[in-house]
């Protein structure tokens, strides 16, 4: 597997050793994931840096609505009114969706992810949570504790690396007296019940928990879900509260120890195996092209997809 | 007709179309909060129909009996 054209994205990568170049000793949430979902498919995104070169709308409508939300909170902590702040997140929505050289704004291929939708989730959540009750935490820096990034050493890797957890909390806030951890979601399918089970047990959601408690004794009842469904024709909101009990977490820690160290064993051993009862799973998987082929022409085929490094130590926000 | 008699020349407000289709950095506080209050009038109409029982809001099913008894003659040409 070593003579992929453009396989080289773990070179330069600083969540992977030094020692065994293939072996990612600091793991984020989608790191981890992926390696759970399938290893060979952690494999060409991680290892490899590799991902189909049409980013995904999904991503980027989630990334900027994130971003909108953060703005909001900034805003708001630093003394501006609802309106005021939700001027400064639709102005970012606009601006960030705008392509300067082509002069026109950004063209979205699903109905549902678009900029009048993005903005319109905006204006729509903050109708809908004016009067919210959760309330942003202040950091003693001042700051509103919205995007933290934190990186936390939980142990030592078989490359004699620290091990790392790493993540960005979009917002600490507290409501009733207690604190929780509020993560935005947005998706295309109806919200209810059912939609909230999909969180508990849920990788992301018990790494952020587990840090919270275990790594800066910073004790968090879970995590306040806000999903957004989004229409062509609306957006409807629904909030649902995830919680973990110290249970929870030791065997999510235990969990997390096995698969960093699989990801060891395939990394001394250089091969990644492929779980081909995945392929189908979120909407099909990006490298199901690559794997349908025979193992002796795939090389040259993820030649056609694009180079990208996901470095968990990058900070994105504050660092926590 | 003198342009004070004119009632198309009077402020016209750029519709959401129109101000999504401008330079983000052209637009003023006027024009970014329209695009919010026109983005609430349309949350307020749509909640109208959303907190509508289902029943309500159900579609009349098309009957599905069709009468395929015609002639030329019904045409009535």
């Known amino acids: 597997m070593s003579n992929i054209p453009g396989g080289r994205g773990a070179v330069g990568n600083q969540s992977f050793s030094k020692v065994l170049p293939t072996y990612q000793f600091a793991w984020d949430s989608t790191s981890l994931g992926l390696l759970k979902e399938c290893p060979r498919k952690y494999y060409y995104t991680n290892v490899l840096g590799k991902e189909r070169s049409d980013s995904s709308v999904h991503l980027v409508f989630g990334s900027h609505y994130h971003r909108a939300h953060e703005i909001f909170h900034h805003a708001r902590s630093a003394g501006a009114g609802h309106t005021e702040a939700l001027h400064a997140a639709v102005r970012y929505c606009l601006e960030a969706t705008w392509d300067r050289t082509l002069g026109r704004g950004w063209i979205s291929d699903i109905p549902e992810k678009n900029r009048l939708t993005l903005v319109r989730s905006i204006v729509w959540y903050y109708e809908q949570f004016a009067e919210d009750p959760l309330e942003t935490v202040i950091l003693a820096s001042g700051k509103p504790a919205v995007e933290l990034s934190f990186k936390a050493e939980v142990g030592e890797a078989p490359t ?161 | 007709m003198s342009d004070a008699a004119n009632p198309l020349l009077e402020a016209d407000p750029l519709s959401l179309d129109e101000l999504f289709s401008r330079d983000p950095l052209g637009l003023n506080d006027q024009d970014i909060g329209k695009i919010v209050s026109d983005l609430r009038r349309q949350r307020v109409k749509w909640k109208i129909t959303e907190d509508l029982p289902k029943e309500a809001k159900a579609k009349p099913k098309a009957s599905k009996k069709v009468d395929l008894n015609l002639s030329l003659g019904d045409l009535g040409l």
């Open chain 1, 160 to 320: 004699g690396d620290p091990l790392l957890l790493c993540g960005h909390l979009d917002r600490v806030a507290t409501i009733g007296g207690d604190t929780w951890i509020s993560d935005y979601k947005t998706s295309k399918g109806a919200l209810g019940s059912y939609y909230f089970q999909q969180f508990s047990p849920h990788n992301q959601f018990s790494l952020y928990t587990f840090a919270s408690e275990f790594v800066y004794s910073l004790p968090v009842k879970g995590i306040v879900v806000d999903a957004a469904q989004v229409g062509a024709g609306f957006s409807r909101f629904q909030r649902g509260f995830v919680t973990r009990t110290a249970e929870h977490h030791e065997e999510w820690f235990k969990d997390f120890k096995h698969y960093t160290t699989l990801a060891y064993q395939y990394a001394a051993e250089g091969y990644w195996p492929l779980n081909d009862k995945s392929c189908g799973s979120y909407g099909g998987c990006p490298f199901q092209p690559i794997c349908s082929k025979p193992p002796s022409v795939r090389e040259q085929w993820l030649g056609g997809y694009a180079n990208r490094q996901w470095d968990p130590m990058v900070s994105r926000g504050q660092e926590f």
